[in-house]
């Protein structure tokens, strides 16, 4: 196709509402259709990547293949797509000044004023259209973050309304998300929000072509008309989204409302054939008629916050399904967890996951919770510090090296078992310096995680500063902890495990970033399976014992 379609997504009323699962699902049903899309989201605040964010802020940040520290979202986007993302997927208001005060600074404004507009509405303008003239995409749909009306989204939404103008009806259109909210006392779904919000949308100068409306009640045809003439739209384009049970429903919903019928026949493209989503709902089959339960325990220190570890709480559903499991995640709270509790919190699980996490806080909680699970041979999965944290607890209780611990939570450790990367001795800043993106690894013989990934080389996603000491390699491996992964041009470890155990894995990369709806990943459906083993078998040892 000669030219890429440009789609923006805008909300009003209220933020979270979805912006992302809706642009998500959009896209979904298009590339069932055969397009090639692509979703970028741009963030107004002044942060150059969520990468320095605390995960209590905006949730989990998420990294991909290219080593961008970027926000959930792209995570949703890669899981429905099953297509990476990279840096270009997510700007920030900060990178966006970050690379007009460069270009002021090397003079290339010829000494002119540089202003918000035209300087960084240019600026956004150019980073929308990246992904658009890389020739990869004939749709790219672009997630405006925050609410229409902020102040640090204005530059963001004139943009939209010059490339709306640059490039045509035809070429460009913005769909506004909304909240339909209702009254229970008056027993009514009210559209004034709505209109407000449209409004506010119409003084920057753009109207909106599409409202999606995030409800929790049907909207009937009435109040769909209502909708229409008060925002300046056709009926077909008012499109409900109901409140839906799992976010994986969503495309499904859009379909029967006609979503991305309505962007096709706008942007002239051809809506004929029906979008074809048959891997994707057998995967809701699957997701949704589980033969058995599993109750796994995620544990972490951000674990008030669910968005903190998105990533892996999806990963657990796409494994799920994969196994025709409902899988149950309890969050438990490492700094919580002490010699007194553990019982009562973890005897009852048939699975661990030690969460991935920065700083000292917490720690001897993982450290504790590794123990038990590999005394009582429960399965045992560590994820980046969950990792680090079965080597400490190896080191300290089968090793006997009771000082061993990671320079992260005590710099003057005598036995720093992990220990600071040599390159991050040096470095200062914090943003964007870990070791981030894609490394390849390669998995010895006669271990777990080749059975699970079924290849010697893989691939996966780091974000750490921290590592495995080699200098503890023999004995620890000599007393029974295995490297079964390690990076072919750095010698650095990857994975451990623990043959003598039935599933006790710990991984220094983030798996969960990879995991897809359309290929789950194999650690976390390996981890699953062991959980449903461990499950059956602990039933039955308690049903002999009673
Ligand atoms: N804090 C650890 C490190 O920097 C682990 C990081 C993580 O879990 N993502 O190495």
Not at 39 to 60: A, F, S
Not at 379 to 395: D, H, K, N, T, W
Not at 428 to 440: H, K
């Amino acid at each position: 196709m000669a030219n890429t379609k440009y789609v923006f997504v805008t909300g009003g009323v209220s933020s979270s509402l979805g912006k992302g699962i809706i642009a998500a699902s959009l896209a979904k049903l298009l590339q069932a259709r055969g397009y090639r899309v692509t979703i970028q989201k741009l963030d107004p605040y002044i942060n150059v990547d969520p990468g320095t964010l605390n995960p209590y802020e905006h949730g989990e940040c998420y990294v991909t293949d290219d080593g961008a520290e970027t926000d959930l979202d792209l995570g949703h986007y890669e899981r429905f797509l099953n297509t990476p993302t990279s840096q270009a997927n997510n700007v920030t208001t900060g990178r966006i000044y970050q690379s007009v005060i460069q270009k002021e600074r090397r003079g290339e404004f010829l000494g002119k004023t540089v202003q918000v507009v035209p300087h960084i509405t240019n600026e956004i303008k150019e980073r929308i259209q990246i992904l658009g003239k890389s020739g990869n995409y004939d749709i790219v749909i672009t997630e405006i973050g925050g609410t229409v009306g902020d102040i640090e989204s204005l530059p963001y939404i004139e943009a939209v309304r010059q490339l709306k103008w640059e490039l045509g009806d035809a070429n460009a259109l913005v769909i506004h998300l909304t909240l339909i909210p209702y009254l229970s006392a008056a027993g009514e779904l009210k559209t004034k929000p709505t209109q407000h919000s449209v409004k506010t949308l119409m003084e920057s100068g753009i109207k909106a072509d599409i409202l999606v409306c995030r409800t929790e009640h049907e909207l009937s045809d009435d109040l769909r008309r209502k909708l229409a003439l008060f925002c300046n739209v056709r009926q077909e384009a008012v499109i409900e989204s109901i409140d839906a049970s799992t976010i994986y429903d969503v495309p499904n919903l859009m379909l029967e409302e006609g979503l991305d019928k309505v962007v096709l026949k706008q942007l002239l493209l051809q809506d004929d054939d029906e979008p074809n989503l048959e891997k994707w709902n057998d995967f809701l089959q699957r997701h949704k008629n589980p033969k058995c339960q599993v109750t796994i325990g995620l544990i972490g220190k951000y674990v008030e916050l669910q968005d903190s570890y998105k990533s892996i709480l999806e990963s657990f559903i796409h494994a799920g399904a994969e196994n025709e499991v409902k899988v149950n995640v309890v969050s438990i709270h490492s700094e919580y967890i002490t010699k007194d509790t553990i019982e009562n919190k973890i005897a009852h699980l048939d699975g661990i996951l030690v969460a991935p996490g920065f700083g000292e806080r917490g720690t001897e909680g993982k450290i504790k919770a590794v123990q038990y699970a590999r005394e009582n041979k429960l399965p045992f999965f560590g994820i980046c510090l969950g990792m680090q944290m079965a080597v400490i607890e190896y080191s300290r209780n089968v090793l006997g090296i009771k000082e061993a611990s990671s320079v992260e939570v005590d710099k003057n450790t005598p036995h720093p078992v992990i220990d600071i990367m040599e390159e991050q001795k040096s470095i200062t800043d914090m943003g964007g310096t870990m070791r981030l993106g894609s490394w390849d690894c390669e998995l010895m013989e006669n271990s777990k995680v080749l059975e699970a990934y079924g290849k010697s080389m893989i691939a996966e996603r780091h974000r750490h500063r921290y590592e495995y000491n080699n200098n503890y390699k023999e004995q620890l491996e000599k007393a029974g902890l295995r490297t079964t992964g390690i990076n072919p041009k750095t010698g650095l470890v990857e994975i451990v495990e623990i043959p003598d155990h039935p599933w006790f894995v710990g991984v220094q990369y983030h798996p969960e970033y990879k995991s897809t709806v359309a290929n789950p990943h194999p650690l976390f459906i390996a981890f699953i399976r062991a959980a449903v083993e461990y499950s059956k078998n602990d039933k039955s040892a308690k049903v002999s014992q009673g």
